[in-house]
């Protein structure tokens, strides 16, 4: 019989996940470093950067794509649990990914 402790138990999910990640891109040997904000509410990234020598650049498209297909079809439990993940998870976009919410 379920009670209102096992509601209690149960805290909504945030709509963001974010943190860094290291990724292997098609044609790489070394993983990169990059830094993603996932909108769970439209089930997509809204902001992926890669770490460079020269600071934290905006992914392309083809990049940021390749990064969500592997957080949804590769490890679709991270979604599910991304503090095991190393992840954060908050209702608001993290501080780097300000209001831009966009992939090129």
């Known amino acids: 019989m379920e009670t209102l402790d096992d509601d209690l138990d149960e805290a909504p999910q945030k709509r963001f996940v974010h943190g860094e990640w290291e990724h292997i891109f098609e044609g790489s040997r070394s993983p990169d470093l ?3 904000a996932f909108d769970r509410e ?3 990234i809204c ?7 020269s600071g934290w650049q905006l992914a392309s498209q083809s990049e940021a794509a390749d990064v969500e297909d592997s957080w949804k079809n590769g490890n679709p439990e991270l979604l599910d649990d991304p503090v095991g993940y190393g992840l954060n998870e908050s209702d608001d976009l993290p501080d780097w990914a300000g ?3 966009t992939v090129e």
Do not use: I, K, Q, Y
């Open 99 to 101: 209001s831009r919410t």
């Open 34 to 36: 990059v830094r993603v």
């Open 47 to 53: 902001r992926c950067e890669l770490d460079t020598r």
């Open 42 to 44: 439209h089930n997509r």
